[in-house]
């Protein structure tokens, strides 16, 4: 994956770990192996590799997956010609450490020679099917889009399987049990497994036995944010912040203006919701302009650390999804306190001391954006939300926890 622009959860990390090992090492000692081409610079040394070809990726469907020997992610991106290529890289390059990106590049680790062969899982992909799959048991009407951003890898035949619901959900089943035996095994096959979130950190530790020494969390290494001081407007003013084009985001925002928004307008009519993203699905305008006044749909926004600064709180009512939210971290680190439901906030430390707060339910939700509203109590979830913030996902927080899980290198 190209980690530039950083316009995702993964490709922010990558891009942080490639600023650490820049900032350690020097950016002439960092080398990035790409499959594909590459369009944009790059701020280290590049290799690109081929890619493999729509018939290399269906014969090892054909010949691993569907004989079980290999998740569908990892047979989509093996190929005998990608391997050879990525050798004679290493070979080239001779890395003392090499870090492997999710489970579908760690198929290629093999006896190198470097110091230390590390995978970034990124999520435990068989909990976020597992998820996935309980979500879709329980609300029928979500499209839950399971290819995500990894169908460009996929096979065009391939991909109306996927556009049907008992079509992936037999897939998800099937590829949940095959990933969960890859990620149990990589942290034995290599030196070190890193995630995202330190919830599955310990789940994964506790499925292999194997201790923190073998399987950590690292926190993303996110841009500092400026430090203006915040003035909340005297209008209770809530952002929902995401792109809306993703299901996640899109399901989430109209179950808040069905089951919650309501709600909050019913206790204090002069509300404000302001939506802030790109590329909005089919309906929602029309679902915010029943509305009224009381929400503006604004689409990107220039300067979000102005919006974040002069708002009451953030909302990020999801349903499904997985990994840590990025936003919410950069919420936090705007001081911005944040409603949140379990889902979204899942691998984040929450309640009134970490300024992001949690409920189980559409009336808890908007008491707590309600209670929010109140300027004494919005100023201490303010503070508590930037010293969350400032030891946990500050540049000098992650650096050092990045040292830790580099410590051999």
């Not at 980690?3 to 891009?15: H, S």
């Not at 081929?50 to 004989?67: H, N, Y």
């Not at 206790?267 to 009381?294: H, K, M, N, W």
């Not at 949690?358 to 309600?370: G, I, K, S």
Request: with cysteine.
């Amino acid at each position: 994956m190209n980690p530039f622009p950083t316009d995702a959860g993964k490709k922010v990390v990558l891009a942080g770990l490639l600023e650490y090992f820049a900032d350690r090492h020097g950016a002439d000692s960092v080398h990035y192996i790409h499959v594909g081409q590459l369009e944009s610079p790059f701020p280290t040394a590049v290799t690109t590799v081929a890619r493999p070809r729509p018939s290399e990726a269906a014969w090892q469907i054909l010949t691993r997956s569907a004989t079980g020997r290999a998740s569908l992610q990892e047979s989509l991106l093996r190929s005998p010609r990608t391997g050879t290529e990525i050798r004679r890289a290493l070979e080239r390059i001779q890395p003392d450490v090499i870090v492997y990106d999710t489970l579908r590049m760690t198929q290629y680790a093999e006896e190198t020679g470097a110091t230390q062969q590390i995978c970034y899982l990124d999520d435990l992909f068989s909990e976020r099917y597992a998820t996935m799959l309980r979500t879709a048991a329980r609300h029928p009407e979500i499209d839950i889009a399971p290819l995500g951003n990894f169908a460009k890898f996929v096979p065009s035949p391939l991909r109306p399987i996927a556009g049907h619901r008992r079509g992936w959900q037999a897939l998800l089943e099937v590829e949940r049990r095959l990933v969960r035996r890859s990620e149990d095994h990589v942290p034995h096959r290599l030196d070190r497994a890193l995630l995202i979130s330190e919830p599955e950190a310990l789940a994964l530790r506790t499925r292999t036995g194997l201790g923190e020494d073998r399987i950590m969390a690292v926190p993303p290494l996110l841009r500092e944010p400026g430090r203006r001081p915040r003035g909340p407007s005297d209008r209770p003013t809530y952002v929902f912040l995401g792109q809306l084009s993703l299901p996640h985001n899109d399901d989430g925002l109209r179950s808040f203006l069905t089951h919650v928004w309501p709600l909050i307008l019913a206790a204090e009519p002069g509300a404000l919701l302001r939506i802030i993203g790109r590329s909005p699905r089919d309906g929602v305008s029309t679902a915010a302009a029943s509305f009224g006044d009381s929400i503006t749909v604004e689409g990107f926004v220039p300067d979000l650390g102005e919006a974040l600064g002069s708002a009451t709180a953030m909302v990020n009512y999801l349903r499904f999804g997985s990994g840590i939210k990025l936003k919410v971290i950069e919420a936090l680190g705007h001081g911005l306190p944040v409603v949140s439901t379990p889902i979204g906030a899942h691998g984040i430390d929450s309640g009134p001391a970490s300024g992001l707060l949690v409920a189980e339910d559409p009336q808890e939700f908007a008491d707590h954006l309600l209670a929010l509203a109140d300027r004494v109590r919005n100023s201490e979830l303010s503070q508590a939300a930037r010293t969350h913030f400032d030891r946990v996902y500050s540049r000098h927080a992650v650096m050092s926890r990045y040292d830790l899980a580099f410590a051999d290198a």
